[in-house]
């Protein structure tokens, strides 16, 4: 059990909830509001890893949101707590009952256990009905999750398999909120600079799905600030750039894929800084050059095209 265990009766829910998508947030909606009627904590159990990584050998997490992304958005949600439980071959191989009786029961002290009626867990993947009646049997009540009213397809795959083909404006409609980015910024090839739009790499975690190469319209937010950096460029809220994901075609710089950003009307340095980037809009894919003058053509035009966005937006 993670730092947030927690030993207040609750009315909790149990999922991955990667991404924290529109949908996951009206599950967190439906507990707040059966908590609040029976003045209890609302409480989210999920795992910082995905259950496949312990399920399949050959799985390969592309993660829409990390453990502390995951946790900071389901208590935006309105979760009063979120508990983070590592998912292990233990756990996996737990039955629905002594689930809800070791974890939900006990650890928890859940009263009222809010599911999907298409929602099951436990090795034995009982069903909702399965699970009303354990409840009965541990003193927990069961509520089915009020159906979410919408002609969209909302679901983590459907939010991966965009970003994946650039669509970050899809993703972001079915997430509610920005895609993001967050990395440390390493030293890089410095070749931007060298066109006139020095670069922050980034060093992102590898299991964070990275969208489609292309080229980007970010938001960035710093989670430290250099103490060199001028008041100015401290305001946070104003920083805006174009974010390039690639392996840097016309630059030959072989196939190992960057993730950099130029930041407009800023000038600092930003190396050991932690940086986030909220993906905005899909400029174009990633293309190779003839020439490098060729290049800096087009990220003067992707810069106008940035700017005229970011204007027309205001």
């Given at each position: 059990?993670?730092?947030?265990?927690?030993?207040?009766?609750?009315?909790?829910?149990?999922?991955?909830?990667?991404?924290?998508?529109?949908?996951?947030?009206?599950?967190?909606?439906?507990?707040?509001?059966?908590?609040?009627?029976?003045?209890?904590?609302?409480?989210?159990?999920?795992?910082?890893?995905?259950?496949?990584?312990?399920?399949?050998?050959?799985?390969?997490?592309?993660?829409?949101?990390?453990?502390?992304?995951?946790?900071?958005?389901?208590?935006?949600?309105?979760?009063?707590?979120?508990?983070?439980?590592?998912?292990?071959?233990?756990?996996?191989?737990?039955?629905?009952?002594?689930?809800?009786?070791?974890?939900?029961?006990?650890?928890?002290?859940?009263?009222?256990?809010?599911?999907?009626?298409?929602?099951?867990?436990?090795?034995?993947?009982?069903?909702?009905?399965?699970?009303?009646?354990?409840?009965?049997?541990?003193?927990?009540?069961?509520?089915?999750?009020?159906?979410?009213?919408?002609?969209?397809?909302?679901?983590?795959?459907?939010?991966?398999?965009?970003?994946?083909?650039?669509?970050?404006?899809?993703?972001?409609?079915?997430?509610?909120?920005?895609?993001?980015?967050?990395?440390?910024?390493?030293?890089?090839?410095?070749?931007?600079?060298?066109?006139?739009?020095?670069?922050?790499?980034?060093?992102?975690?590898?299991?964070?799905?990275?969208?489609?190469?292309?080229?980007?319209?970010?938001?960035?937010?710093?989670?430290?600030?250099?103490?060199?950096?001028?008041?100015?460029?401290?305001?946070?809220?104003?920083?805006?750039?174009?974010?390039?994901v690639g392996t840097r075609p016309t630059l030959h710089n072989g196939r190992q894929r960057s993730i950099e950003v130029h930041l407009f009307d800023f000038d600092g340095d930003?190396?050991?800084?932690?940086?986030?980037?909220?993906?905005?809009?899909?400029?174009?894919?990633?293309?190779?050059?003839?020439?490098?003058?060729?290049?800096?053509?087009?990220?003067?035009?992707?810069?106008?095209?940035?700017?005229?966005?970011?204007?027309?937006?205001?």
């Amino acid at each position: 059990m993670g730092k947030d265990n927690t030993t207040r009766p609750c009315v909790a829910t149990v999922g991955t909830f990667d991404g924290v998508h529109r949908g996951h947030q009206f599950v967190v909606e439906q507990v707040v509001k059966q908590a609040r009627e029976r003045g209890l904590d609302a409480v989210v159990l999920t795992f910082p890893n995905h259950p496949l990584q312990v399920l399949r050998d050959d799985f390969q997490p592309q993660m829409l949101t990390l453990a502390e992304e995951k946790q900071e958005l389901l208590q935006k949600a309105g979760a009063d707590k979120v508990v983070l439980m590592d998912f292990t071959k233990e756990l996996a191989g737990m039955s629905a009952r002594d689930f809800m009786q070791t974890i939900l029961k006990e650890q928890l002290k859940a009263e009222a256990l809010v599911v999907g009626y298409d929602n099951c867990f436990g090795h034995d993947r009982k069903t909702f009905h399965d699970c009303q009646q354990y409840g009965q049997e541990l003193g927990i009540e069961v509520i089915g999750c009020e159906e979410y009213h919408t002609n969209e397809s909302i679901s983590s795959t459907t939010i991966r398999q965009a970003l994946l083909n650039g669509d970050v404006e899809t993703a972001n409609h079915l997430l509610g909120y920005h895609y993001s980015l967050q990395g440390e910024v390493v030293e890089g090839f410095q070749n931007g600079r060298k066109l006139g739009y020095p670069t922050a790499n980034l060093q992102v975690n590898p299991t964070k799905l990275i969208p489609e190469n292309g080229a980007y319209l970010v938001k960035c937010q710093l989670s430290t600030v250099n103490s060199q950096l001028s008041t100015l460029n401290c305001q946070l809220s104003t920083l805006y750039g174009m974010l390039n994901v690639g392996t840097r075609p016309t630059l030959h710089n072989g196939r190992q894929r960057s993730i950099e950003v130029h930041l407009f009307d800023f000038d600092g340095d930003l190396y050991g800084q932690t940086l986030t980037l909220e993906l905005l809009h899909h400029l174009r894919k990633e293309q190779e050059f003839s020439t490098l003058e060729a290049l800096k053509q087009q990220l003067s035009a992707d810069e106008a095209q940035c700017r005229l966005l970011l204007h027309s937006s205001k």
